[in-house]
């Protein structure tokens, strides 16, 4: 029998705002634990919230971004359960009334365009973290009220490859907004996933499991992959999937159920009563609209019309929108975009995946490549001489230009120094000559060699071979 997985995604995103949800403590990554708390966020009694502007203006940026529905009435809610890292023993969240519903995220699947619809976007407060030790467990607030988005997806997507697909590409349009950093290593990022299988044609739901514990995008599609086969397994062999709470263990590469009392709350959601209900108006949404950038999708496919570069290269430049931003800068008025952007593409992200290094890091500034296109362009030097220029721009962040006087890279385009070079070549290769004349024409790929070897590389290569052409065929 064949099977179709069913997999939903709830992904939190940490919101890059400089101070928390309901407090004034600041939101920064790294400090020493327990420093950025205050009575809110710790959770006193007698203390009440306020609600960070900020946070609401975030979320109806990423409404606007994915096509939602913007509850102009929204409201908070307690979410009940007790866990140390949780200060008053609930959590501020929005239940039946989000600020965000419906839209969905674009995705880009076997050369194709597919929106996975969205259930629902909240707004809510974060956790502190409990750290365990040896000597004993330990809790840090400084994460306790800081803000997060939910972003709750509807079951739609049926591949680990489209759950993959769905996150990076929430991660590119967050990023853009400049609303979340997305690094899931710091937890400014995190995926529960919920999945389950069914015979394929079946439209009813299978019953599901929650996978937790995934840090990477490779890690969702690898737990999903894992998840999916076992399931299948249980069904084939006629048993019965359980509904279960699973974590990801990456170093065996399986998922486990988690201690059934770690799991299933009854989290008695009701109104919180510290908060009046959040309501927006349009101006506000009128606003934040205005600040909106141009989205991934709308780049690339300006890309594609504007400089006439390949799609699948446009769709690389704007993964990142400062990447988009440098090759914009870089093309500038040159008439091959193109050409900029296979160097950016091929040479400068070679160097910098290398060195595990982002864009942000590299010592070449967007002009310099363009600089050195000209160079070529004007024939001062070759293409191939370009390639040893550039590893010296990388390496030293100096101009092209500078590169090539100082170490006379000039391209030799005077016919008269090249011919003599080829006829002391011819001189001292007798039998290479006699191969060429008896026609093996392809030895002309051995004095081309010879060429550039005598002159390091700076003979222009259209006239080496011309000249050789002529040369050789004399008698
Ligand atoms: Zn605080």
New binding site residues.
């Given amino acids: 029998m064949e099977y179709e997985a069913v997999i939903g995604l709830e992904v939190h995103i940490q919101l890059l705002t400089k101070t928390?949800i309901f407090?004034s403590?600041s939101t920064d990554f790294g400090a020493p634990p327990n420093t950025h708390?205050?009575p809110?966020?710790m959770g006193m009694p007698g203390v009440l919230p306020v609600l960070n502007k900020k946070v609401v203006e975030y979320a109806i940026k990423l409404g606007l971004a994915l096509g939602c529905k913007i509850n102009k009435f929204s409201r908070f809610a307690r979410k009940n359960y007790f866990y140390p890292d949780l200060p008053k023993g609930y959590q501020i969240s929005q239940y039946e009334l989000p600020i965000l519903e419906g839209g969905g995220v674009e995705i880009y699947v076997d050369g194709e365009y597919k929106k996975i619809a969205l259930e629902r976007i909240h707004m809510e407060e974060d956790a502190g973290k409990t750290i365990h030790r040896p000597d004993g467990s330990y809790v840090d607030f400084n994460r306790a009220?800081v803000p997060l988005l939910e972003i709750v997806s509807k079951p739609v997507m049926h591949t680990p490859e489209e759950a993959g697909e769905y996150l990076r590409s929430l991660r590119r349009i967050v990023r853009y907004l400049g609303i979340c950093d997305g690094n899931m290593e710091e937890g400014s990022l995190r995926c529960d996933a919920n999945v389950s299988v069914r015979p394929k044609g079946e439209t009813k739901l299978g019953t599901k499991t929650e996978l937790k514990n995934m840090n990477s995008f490779r890690h969702v599609e690898k737990a999903l992959e894992y998840e999916i086969e076992r399931q299948i397994e249980v069904l084939e062999e006629g048993g019965k999937v359980e509904q279960q709470t699973r974590l990801w263990d990456e170093k065996q590469g399986v998922t486990k159920p988690m201690r059934s009392k770690e799991e299933s709350f009854e989290y008695r959601y009701f109104p919180d009563p510290d908060l009046v209900p959040l309501i927006i108006d349009d101006e506000w949404i009128e606003r934040v609209k205005s600040e909106i950038p141009e989205l991934p999708r709308q780049k690339l496919e300006r890309f594609v019309k504007e400089y006439g570069i390949k799609e699948e290269d446009a769709r690389v430049l704007t993964e990142e929108r400062t990447l988009a931003d440098y090759f914009e800068e870089a093309a500038k008025g040159y008439k091959e975009p193109q050409t900029i952007a296979n160097w950016i593409l091929s040479e400068l992200l070679g160097y910098l995946n290398k060195e595990n290094k982002e864009i942000e890091d590299t010592p070449i500034k967007p002009k310099q490549i363009r600089e050195l296109v000209e160079l070529v362009d004007s024939g001062t030097i070759s293409g191939k001489i370009a390639k040893s220029v550039f590893k010296e721009m990388y390496q030293t962040g100096k101009n092209p230009k500078k590169i090539v006087e100082e170490k006379g890279l000039v391209q030799i385009t005077d016919r008269s120094a090249l011919e003599k070079i080829v006829d002391e070549i011819i001189e001292k290769n007798p039998k290479a000559v006699e191969q060429y004349r008896s026609g093996k024409k392809n030895t002309i790929g051995f004095f081309v060699g010879q060429v550039m070897k005598a002159t390091k590389g700076r003979a222009n290569p259209k006239l080496v071979n011309e000249i050789l052409s002529e040369k050789l065929e004399e008698k």
């Fill in positions: 928390k407090c403590c708390v205050c809110v966020c009220g």
